[in-house]
C-alpha cells in the first residue's frame, strides 16, 4: 500500500489557470507538508498542517492555499498561475518531529 | 539566515570504495539532523536521523556523525555499490521543528 499518494503526478498547465493538487497519507501521522522543489533541485518548505492546523507557512504568495479536509489529508490550490510556480511539489508526513515520508511528487508546468 | 552547504553537487568514486559527503550549517543549531536519499522522479527518501547529543550514528553500511562545534555532519557509505548512486540530501532541523534541506550531493558509484 502506498504510504503518500499525490495527485496528479503530472500537472500541464497555461499560465492564469487555477490547479489543486492533491495529497493523502496512510500512516495515521498528524502532521502534513508541502514542499517545493524548484529547477536547481532545492527542496524548500511551503506549508506544515498538524492535525488540520496550519502550524508554518513559509514566505509563500497568498496564490498558494492549503487546505487540510482531515489529518490524513492536505491538498495544495494554486491560484492565477505563473512561470516560476513551474517546480516538483512533493507532500510529505510525519509523527511528532522525525522523519518524513514524501510521496513520489507533482511536476508542475506551467506554459 | 540559516543555511546548508553540502560538499560538491557531484561525487564520483570507484565501486568498494568509502563514499564521504559533508553537510555544513551555519547561524542555528539544529536539535537534530536527518539524511536523506533522492532518485531521480522520485521523493526523498529518510536514511538516518542524529541527535545533537549523538555523535555518531550508525545503519549497515551508513554512518552518520554530528559535530555541534564545528557545525558539520558527515555521511559515509562503505564498501559502495554502484546501487548506492543518487543525490543524497542533508537536513538539519530549523526553527520551530522545520527541515531545511541542502541542495543535495549527486553520488556516483562506477563499477
Known amino acids: 500500500d502506498t504510504a503518500v499518494s499525490q495527485t496528479p503526478k503530472y500537472l500541464v498547465t497555461q499560465m492564469g489557470n487555477d490547479k489543486s493538487i492533491k495529497c493523502e497519507q496512510n500512516l495515521g501521522h498528524d502532521t502534513m507538508y508541502w514542499y517545493k522543489q524548484d529547477s536547481k533541485k532545492f527542496l524548500k518548505i511551503m506549508f506544515s498542517y498538524n492535525n488540520k492546523e496550519l502550524i508554518i507557512n513559509e514566505t509563500v504568495p497568498n496564490r498558494f492555499s492549503p487546505k487540510s479536509p482531515d489529518k490524513a489529508h492536505l491538498n495544495l490550490h494554486i491560484n492565477s498561475l505563473e512561470l516560476g510556480d513551474s517546480a516538483v511539489y512533493f507532500c510529505?508526513?510525519?509523527?511528532?518531529?522525525?522523519?518524513?515520508?514524501f510521496g513520489p511528487g507533482t511536476r508542475l508546468t506551467v506554459t | 539566515s540559516q543555511k546548508i552547504e553540502q560538499n560538491s553537487e557531484a561525487l564520483n568514486i570507484q565501486e568498494g570504495k568509502t563514499a564521504t559527503l559533508t553537510c555544513n550549517y551555519t547561524n542555528y543549531s539544529p536539535a537534530y539532523l536527518q539524511w536523506y536519499r533522492q532518485d531521480p522522479g522520485r521523493g526523498p527518501v529518510f536514511l538516518l536521523l542524529i541527535r545533537e547529543n549523538e555523535k555518531e550514528k550508525r545503519k549497515e553500511r551508513l554512518k552518520v556523525t554530528f559535530d555541534t562545534t564545528l557545525k558539520q555532519s558527515l555521511f559515509h557509505i562503505t564498501a559502495s555499490q554502484p546501487a548506492d548512486s543518487a543525490t543524497y540530501l542533508c537536513a538539519p532541523t530549523g526553527e520551530g521543528g522545520k527541515l531545511i534541506f541542502g541542495q543535495g550531493t549527486e553520488l556516483s558509484v562506477k563499477p
Open positions: 510529505a508526513s510525519t509523527r511528532g518531529q522525525g522523519e518524513q515520508y
